[in-house]
């Protein structure tokens, strides 16, 4: 095998992961963002979501709540 051909293979090996992660859907990639990173699924396969991200959204509804209660509300 010559330096031409052993460059190719490389360039080859090189693209392959990349044509792999455009070829991924965005619903696929949402989902694996979301799950809880220790246990993905479920015993009957169905998605566990991040507790942290439970957390985050929760404080963010109850942040806006609170500025929505203060600033619509006369006193």
């Known amino acids: 095998m010559n330096k031409d051909e052993q460059i190719s293979a490389i360039l080859e090996r090189l693209r ?22 220790l ?3 479920t015993a009957a396969g169905r998605l566990r979501i991040n507790p942290i991200l439970l957390l985050l959204t929760s404080l963010a509804v109850m ?13």
């Open 16 to 37: 392959e992961p990349r044509t792999a992660d455009r070829a991924e859907r965005l619903r696929d990639s949402v989902l694996r963002w979301i799950e809880d990173p």
């Open 39 to 41: 246990k993905p699924t």
């Open 63 to 75: 942040a806006t709540g609170t500025f929505l209660l203060f600033s619509l509300v006369e006193p």
